[in-house]
């Protein structure tokens, strides 16, 4: 079962139904989200890429100006103990060296430092490692113990913690939607087994950010959904489990639905 696929049946199980029945869901605000999520985990990547570069970087500036002050302390050495000109102008001459490689590094640091700042500045990018990210030939997260598959939209590393982050770009509500907060607890247990420690995940819609923290009560609750969808699939039964026409109204799926308020 895919937490995607949750979030479809915690929304409304007809509207899971019908997707996995193929019915495709329509509407402008559908279209729009799906291009605009694209943007963000192209911004994602970049981030990722740039700060593994900016790692790589400084790394290498440490080494090099480790080793040409090394050189620099032996040319001197050679030349004050031994009066030898030549090796101790070839050492100085490699330390130079060293050090214009690590200057150059140093830019290149400089650089993907600018590009990652400006990349999180744009999708509101919490600090912390990025780990994993979504997108086209991105293997799912995956789990042996409770059956569930999925990707996060990225997944970050803050202190040993390692938080998997939703991104929603639909319309914004009032606070995050259980839906929502099924998939992300769906999330939050793939990650667990796979990276360790999860204290919580995060939904963001727009600029607004939200914590769930990952309960035994919230994973209760999401094992009996997988139960009930897997009964679903079993039995081929099921139907609208709400009376509220504000759902049908938002749902991509209304006009092919069979119970449908809107």
């Given at each position: 079962v895919s937490a995607s696929e949750i979030e479809k049946y915690t929304y409304c199980p007809l509207s899971w139904w019908l997707s996995r029945k193929g019915v495709e869901g329509k509407g402008k605000e559908l279209r729009e989200g799906i291009g605009r999520h694209h943007e963000i985990e192209k911004n994602i990547e970049t981030v990722k890429k740039e700060e593994e570069k900016l790692f790589s970087s400084e790394f290498m500036i440490a080494v090099?100006?480790?080793?040409?002050t090394i050189l620099s302390l032996v040319g001197v050495g050679i030349y004050l103990s031994q009066q030898k000109e030549f090796e101790s102008a070839i050492t100085m001459i490699l330390s130079a060296m060293w050090l214009v490689s690590a200057a150059v590094f140093m830019v290149v640091a400089l650089k993907s430092t600018q590009l990652a700042r400006s990349a999180r500045d744009i999708v509101n990018l919490p600090n912390g490692i990025i780990e994993y990210v979504s997108g086209e030939g991105v293997e799912d997260l995956s789990s042996k113990k409770t059956g569930l598959i999925g990707k996060p939209d990225y997944v970050i590393n803050v202190r040993g913690s390692f938080i998997p982050v939703e991104i929603k770009t639909g319309r914004v509500p009032r606070g995050p939607l259980f839906s929502h907060i099924m998939q992300l607890t769906a999330y939050c247990v793939l990650v667990e087994e796979k990276y360790g420690k999860t204290e919580y995940g995060m939904l963001m819609y727009g600029n607004q950010a939200y914590r769930i923290s990952l309960t035994d009560?919230?994973?209760?609750?999401?094992?009996?959904?997988?139960?009930?969808?897997?009964?679903?699939?079993?039995t081929g039964i099921v139907h609208r489990d709400h009376s509220?026409?504000?759902?049908?109204?938002y749902c991509s799926r209304r006009n092919a639905c069979p119970e449908s308020l809107a």
């Open positions: 090099l100006s480790t080793a040409a009560e919230l994973k209760t609750t999401l094992f009996k959904k997988v139960d009930k969808m897997r009964e679903a699939l079993k509220k026409p504000g759902k049908c109204r």
